[in-house]
């Protein structure tokens, strides 16, 4: 049997994950082992499928795979799972999701405690943590071109700042359609879209990948990029000359959600999984393989991001921004991407 070890990555086949026990060796493989078969967008998946396994027997085989390419490839096999969990990715995909007829709705117990703003209201969908967003800054490179560290959203299309700033697609990248929904709700649509037409401007292009904006900024060729704050990015500080900035003029966020598809091979277990990452144990456990601000208010901000106020997210209705978003993404193609 083929397999890839935790560390490794399943990309483009379905890996079947080697759980490691706590002391050496693994837990063996057999035909009565209930299995789920998850697509997952998540830091840290492998070690977080593996407590699941040892919580409750279940084998897990994932397929790294992100938010568009999930719904793309649904659709173009007729609606059809090719998993029983989606788990990590924007809830704005999981509500174009639902309003394909994608997913099964799922009451969990472990919702109950959970805030409306992070979960779908009909039980379609339901956020496991937040993803936030800012700016990742190279101090040397900004010292050359005599600029400032950015602290604000708006110092972002100062002229000073032209070809400074980068950004990925929207289309491609959920952060940046992310930053712009909810730079839309808090200036309103005319202002807002004036402030992205001018962001746009200073960007020189945007990135077909969402992870090359922080490569170049690691890699001193960029100043300053719109990127999602995980804890990594956020203990660069005083480490090195890249470092988070967290706007101070408030935090784009989205909730990355759980939910499982219609028609799902093995619904029991995918329940079981459900109501594991939403359980106050579960959230534990997986805001201890990837640190973030978790949905349940019970567990408290990871001492990595204690810089991040709840206060300071931007007031966003995430049902309207997912019900927005193919509107968006078209008006950010005319008017931002088509830029003269």
Known sequence: MSHVTLAGKATGALTLLVLCSTMAGTFAVSAEQPTLTVVAAYDGKGEIFTEFHKKTGILIYFLDMSSGEVL?????????????IWFGGGADSFIKAREKGLLEVYQSPGAATIPDEYKDPDGYWTGVSLVIAG??????VLAEKNLPVPQLW???IKPEYKDAVLAADPAISATTFTIAACLLQKMGAEEGWKYLEALGKNVPFFTKSSSDPQKKVIAGEMAVSIVSLSKELITMKNKSQVRAVIPKDGIPWMPSAVAIFKNARNPTAAKAFVDWALSVEGQKIIQGKDPRIMVRPEIAIPKEMESVALSDLIAADIGKIGAERQQIL??????VAGKP
Request: glycine content about 8%; overall charge negative; charged content about 30%.
């Open 72 to 84: 793309a490839r649904t659709e173009a096999e007729g609606g059809k799972p090719m998993a029983d």
């Open 135 to 140: 700016f990742l800054v190279n101090t040397d």
């Open 154 to 156: 708006v110092d972002l």
């Open 330 to 335: 078209a008006t950010w193609a005319q008017r």
